[in-house]
């Protein structure tokens, strides 16, 4: 078993200068990095606190009653991340994600919502606006969310034995009151499509060898015919905090093939370019996808990673831009903006010419890199710029 890891680099407190560059850079939606990727999600993580303690993203031991979180003057405000946010739709993105920490902690963060889904896009296209929770809050937000403009909603639930469950979120908290979150989510409407199929609303299961990894078959149990799509996430070592390693890990594959001793499934087509989850349709006797029974995702990133292409940016809670969910270094958005004579073309340049510098590719590379490569004691945790 590996010790952990105490980060030895606050992240937080470090940044690269977020420059215009000597030529601008127009903001036409045609904006692509060094790997010819585009940039088309944007993940905004709107603080860096959180009510649970998993073991795989903030620790009891590294995030306890002595940790030093940002201060609430240090946090963008709303309107500046809806002014960043109407840059990186000028840019192309046409996703946002809100994140955490637990982004329910952040005061009306319906407000923020609100400003976010009227953002338009140049050609008229309604922005896909979504949530990450670990489902916490949910159950007395989900109404006010919905009626600010958001659109869908992911869930992050690691078991539905209570047991296991408390001891994951490592605070005690009940799994019942997380699967009222999920209900109340359903009954507002989050994730309903145009048509009203309910498309939207998915749970996230981080899949952890010697720890849950008896909640497979239970967690694709509950959620098959529910309309709720259930994705499984290999366990990840974002940051520097979890004492991650690969024998902890469960490839994708093999949680494939829990799922099939019980219910036989087909390949499904991407949805989208740049998905991040393979997904899997429930298969009806004649061994054809039926959509009533749903759909499973496995997100492979350790064993299969996906960055060729990868088209995420990660805005964090007070401003700076993180080029991958395994940076090393961000950069510093904030001081540049908050410049008086700094326009919203200025600021497409600066954003345009870091993206066009990104060649970012470590799940690729992870194999490769030294075992004791110290690049893992200055990555950045996930809980500061949401996964």
Sequence with gaps: MSERVIPLVDQRLQALAATL?????????????????????????????????????????????????????????????????????AH??????????????????????????????????????????????????????KDAGLNRVTVSLDGLDDTIFRAMNDVDFPVSEVLDG?????????????????????????????????????????????????????????????????????????VIQHIQQEFPLVALEASAAGETAQRWGYANGAGQFDPCLGEVGVISSVTQAFCRDCNRARLSTEGKLYLCLFATQGYDLRSLMRQSNVSDTDMASAIGHIWQGRDDRYSELRA?????????ARRVEMSYIGG
């Design 92 to 145: 192309g993105v046409r996703k946002i994600r809100l994140t955490g920490g637990e982004p329910l902690l952040r005061k009306n963060l319906e407000i923020l919502v609100d400003q976010l889904a009227n953002i338009q896009t140049p050609d008229g296209t309604p922005l896909d606006l979504t949530l990450t929770t670990n489902g916490s809050l949910l159950a007395r937000k989900a109404k006010a969310l």
């Design 368 to 376: 490769s890199l030294p075992a004791d490569s110290t690049s893992a």
């Design 182 to 254: 999920i209900a109340a989510a359903k009954d507002a409407g989050l994730g309903l499509d145009a048509q009203g199929r309910l498309t939207g609303l998915k749970i996230n299961m981080v899949v952890k060898r010697r720890t849950n990894i008896n909640q497979i078959l239970p967690m694709a149990r509950h959620f098959r015919g529910s309309g709720i799509t259930l994705r499984f996430i290999e366990y990840m070592d974002v940051g520097a905090t979890n004492g991650w390693c690969m024998d902890d890990v469960l490839p994708s594959s093999d």
């Design 21 to 89: 560059p000597s030529q601008p850079i127009e903001a036409n939606g045609l904006l692509s990095d060094r790997l010819a990727r585009p940039l088309h999600d944007l993940r905004i993580s709107v603080t860096d606190r959180c009510n649970f303690r998993c073991n795989y993203c903030m620790p009891k031991e590294v995030f306890n009653k002595d940790y030093a979180y940002l201060p609430h003057s240090d946090l963008l405000n709303f309107e500046e991340i809806t002014r960043l946010a109407k840059v990186f739709v």
